[in-house]
């Protein structure tokens, strides 16, 4: 171990096994570089597929999810139309009583008495004895869980269950309407000033185990309808979805392949366009190109049959998968069209990266298995993201008359570009963590320098200013103290009566002025002053 160890450093000094060391490593790294692009660059273009050609074609993704659920009902939100309807559906009471007359007329023949279910009274063979619902179709129809899980039949086949029908006098069935048997009984009577129960002389234990029995027939159907509603329909919306999802990345992988297989053909082909001698040349070889393209998809048929099953088997399981979970997070909110689609594509991406994790291909290292996994999530949202952005910036410029022939080109081309640019952005970053982490690092550590030296800066700046704002409020006091003295002055000079009067006139006008009296209002000779005394 050690005798190899020396070998290997004494290899390593030597300058021309060091170099091709050196060049055979720098190789290496960028073989791992160029596939890592590759792999990049189809992940990208994928993304974009997806979203921008293939998902506007087969996604179909709705406000609330595939299948109404009974909290997305309640709040007016229906996946399809015959639900709806079925569901807001006004209540007709013919639809619930008309075999009414035939039921009492056969009951009238087959039985030689009678009974009033509620008070054990024998009834009257004629119009006074009428077939009462226990619980009542209004109350039936106006069950949200009937009408969303139920058709009109199947509520109307649950009310006139055997359970639900009883025979009574008609003046206690027009008293007790589409009220609850119950809150009927125990309901003051206005008339009699007593309970209903007591007024028509319901036998209340006999009444009470009627409505239990009741109660429990109509609840009994009304789950088994739930669960089969959404059996059914979780079924069925689960492999459209699927199939949806699946047809999407099949059809992905099928042109990703041949335009890939394309352009690598394409591309030498014309760059030798203007080197043909003639039109002739240009249409063999152009058909050489066909052919070559054809010869390549055979050669990878067998692996590109492989990578569809493979394709679309994930896309049918992330599908089936995004539209359980978006039942799911239906029962208690109300999904919006786009998270359903950003939940979709998570799910995929989601499915990719941990079979990848499973999978862990040999050739990956451990950091270049989570940089793969960390693009397929990253790709897989900014894409999502990127088309849900890109059809509102669909519908805003079709509110700019110019661009609506072009709004939907346009919105896709900016959609595209951006797409592409922010997950270049990310995958250069995941690429290039540490470097970028470093670079991050530099730039706060010269920041934090550059605030350093700032402040230090700001406060020399601040001391110069202060000291001048000093400077000049002693100037500007300086200034005031000797207008004042002077005034003083002159004020003492005009009141000196020991002057002489031309004198002491003098300082009286050099006073006036000195206050700012205008000219016109001072007296500026003897003469005048004389004047303004004599008027």
Same mark, same amino acid.
């Given at each position: 171990?050690?005798?190899?160890?020396?070998d290997? !450093?004494?290899?390593?000094?030597?300058?021309?096994? =060091?170099?091709?060391?050196?060049?055979?490593?720098?190789?290496v790294e960028?073989?791992?570089?160029?596939?890592?692009?590759?792999?990049? +660059?189809r992940?990208?273009?994928m993304s974009i597929?997806?979203?921008?050609?293939?998902?506007?074609?087969?996604?179909?993704?709705?406000?609330?999810g595939?299948?109404?659920?009974l909290?997305?009902?309640?709040?007016?939100?229906?996946?399809?139309?015959?639900?709806?309807?079925?569901?807001?559906?006004?209540?007709? +009471?013919?639809? $619930? %009583?008309?075999?009414?007359p035939?039921m009492?007329?056969?009951l009238f023949?087959?039985? %030689?008495?009678i009974?009033?279910? $509620?008070?054990?009274?024998?009834?009257?063979k004629?119009g006074?004895?009428?077939v009462?619902?226990?619980?009542?179709?209004?109350?039936i129809?106006?069950?949200?869980?009937?009408r969303?899980?139920m058709?009109?039949?199947e509520r109307?086949e649950?009310?006139?269950?055997?359970?639900?029908?009883?025979?009574?006098d008609? =003046?206690?069935?027009?008293?007790?309407g589409?009220?609850?048997?119950?809150?009927w009984?125990?309901?003051?009577?206005?008339?009699?000033? /007593?309970?209903n129960?007591?007024?028509y002389?319901?036998?209340k234990?006999?009444?009470?185990?009627i409505?239990?029995?009741?109660?429990?027939?109509?609840n009994?159907?009304?789950?088994?309808n739930?669960?089969?509603?959404?059996?059914?329909?979780?079924?069925s919306?689960? /492999?459209?979805?699927?199939a949806?999802?699946?047809?999407?990345?099949?059809?992905?992988?099928?042109?990703?392949?041949?335009?890939?297989?394309?352009?690598? %053909?394409?591309?030498?082909?014309?760059?030798k366009?203007t080197?043909f001698?003639n039109?002739?040349?240009r249409i063999?070889?152009?058909?050489?190109?066909?052919?070559r393209?054809a010869?390549k998809?055979?050669? +990878?048929?067998?692996?590109?049959?492989?990578?569809?099953?493979?394709?679309?088997?994930m896309?049918f399981?992330s599908?089936?998968?995004?539209?359980i979970?978006?039942?799911?997070? !239906?029962t208690?909110?109300?999904?919006?069209?786009a998270?359903?689609?950003?939940? !979709?594509?998570?799910?995929?991406?989601?499915?990719r990266?941990?079979?990848?994790?499973i999978?862990?291909?040999?050739?990956?290292?451990?950091?270049e298995?989570?940089?793969?996994?960390?693009?397929?999530l *990253?790709t897989?949202i900014?894409? *999502?993201?990127?088309?849900?952005?890109?059809?509102?910036?669909?519908?805003?410029l079709?509110?700019?008359?110019?661009?609506?022939?072009?709004?939907?080109?346009?919105?896709?081309?900016?959609g595209a570009i951006?797409?592409?640019f922010?997950?270049?952005a990310?995958?250069?970053?995941? !690429?290039?963590?540490?470097?970028?982490?470093?670079?991050?690092?530099n730039?706060?550590?010269?920041?934090k320098?550059?605030?350093?030296?700032?402040?230090?800066?700001i406060?020399?700046?601040?001391?110069?200013?202060v000291? =001048?704002?000093?400077?000049?409020?002693?100037?500007?006091?300086?200034?005031i103290?000797?207008?004042?003295?002077?005034?003083? =002055?002159?004020?003492?000079?005009?009141y000196?009566?020991n002057?002489?009067?031309?004198?002491?006139?003098?300082?009286?006008?050099n006073?006036?002025?000195?206050l700012?009296?205008?000219?016109?209002?001072?007296?500026?000779?003897?003469?005048e002053?004389d004047?303004?005394?004599?008027?």
């Amino acid at each position: 171990m050690i005798s190899a160890e020396l070998d290997r !450093n004494s290899l390593l000094q030597n300058e021309a096994f =060091r170099d091709l060391f050196q060049s055979k490593k720098k190789c290496v790294e960028q073989e791992e570089s160029d596939s890592f692009i590759k792999e990049c +660059r189809r992940e990208i273009g994928m993304s974009i597929l997806q979203t921008f050609g293939l998902g506007m074609t087969y996604d179909q993704f709705k406000k609330g999810g595939n299948l109404t659920t009974l909290h997305n009902a309640e709040n007016g939100v229906f996946a399809d139309q015959a639900i709806q309807e079925q569901y807001q559906a006004e209540y007709e +009471r013919k639809n $619930y %009583e008309e075999d009414f007359p035939k039921m009492r007329k056969n009951l009238f023949q087959k039985q %030689e008495k009678i009974y009033d279910a $509620y008070t054990g009274k024998e009834l009257h063979k004629d119009g006074r004895t009428h077939v009462d619902h226990v619980v009542s179709a209004k109350e039936i129809h106006s069950n949200a869980r009937a009408r969303l899980y139920m058709s009109v039949e199947e509520r109307k086949e649950m009310a006139m269950n055997n359970d639900n029908l009883v025979m009574t006098d008609s =003046r206690l069935n027009q008293s007790k309407g589409a009220k609850k048997l119950n809150e009927w009984m125990h309901t003051l009577n206005k008339k009699t000033g /007593v309970d209903n129960a007591t007024t028509y002389g319901v036998d209340k234990q006999k009444a009470k185990e009627i409505g239990e029995k009741a109660n429990k027939t109509i609840n009994k159907n009304i789950n088994n309808n739930e669960r089969e509603y959404y059996l059914k329909g979780v079924t069925s919306s689960s /492999v459209k979805q699927g199939a949806a999802m699946a047809k999407q990345r099949i059809i992905g992988v099928l042109i990703m392949e041949g335009s890939e297989i394309m352009f690598a %053909e394409l591309t030498p082909f014309i760059n030798k366009w203007t080197k043909f001698e003639n039109m002739k040349q240009r249409i063999n070889e152009f058909n050489n190109v066909i052919h070559r393209v054809a010869t390549k998809i055979k050669a +990878r048929a067998a692996t590109l049959t492989k990578k569809l099953m493979h394709e679309g088997g994930m896309g049918f399981m992330s599908g089936i998968i995004a539209n359980i979970i978006t039942i799911l997070i !239906n029962t208690f909110a109300t999904t919006a069209k786009a998270f359903a689609k950003i939940l !979709n594509d998570g799910v995929h991406a989601i499915i990719r990266a941990v079979k990848l994790l499973i999978k862990k291909p040999t050739e990956l290292s451990k950091s270049e298995l989570m940089k793969q996994v960390s693009i397929i999530l *990253s790709t897989a949202i900014v894409a *999502s993201i990127g088309g849900i952005l890109t059809e509102q910036l669909r519908l805003y410029l079709l509110t700019i008359p110019i661009l609506i022939p072009i709004a939907g080109f346009l919105s896709k081309t900016i959609g595209a570009i951006l797409i592409t640019f922010v997950s270049t952005a990310i995958i250069y970053t995941i !690429n290039n963590f540490g470097e970028v982490m470093a670079e991050i690092k530099n730039a706060f550590d010269d920041f934090k320098y550059s605030l350093q030296r700032n402040s230090s800066e700001i406060k020399a700046k601040y001391d110069t200013t202060v000291a =001048r704002i000093d400077e000049m409020y002693r100037l500007i006091l300086n200034s005031i103290y000797n207008e004042y003295a002077e005034l003083n =002055r002159l004020a003492d000079l005009v009141y000196d009566v020991n002057q002489f009067g031309k004198k002491q006139f003098k300082h009286s006008s050099n006073y006036a002025n000195k206050l700012g009296v205008p000219s016109e209002h001072r007296l500026s000779s003897l003469t005048e002053i004389d004047t303004f005394f004599t008027k």
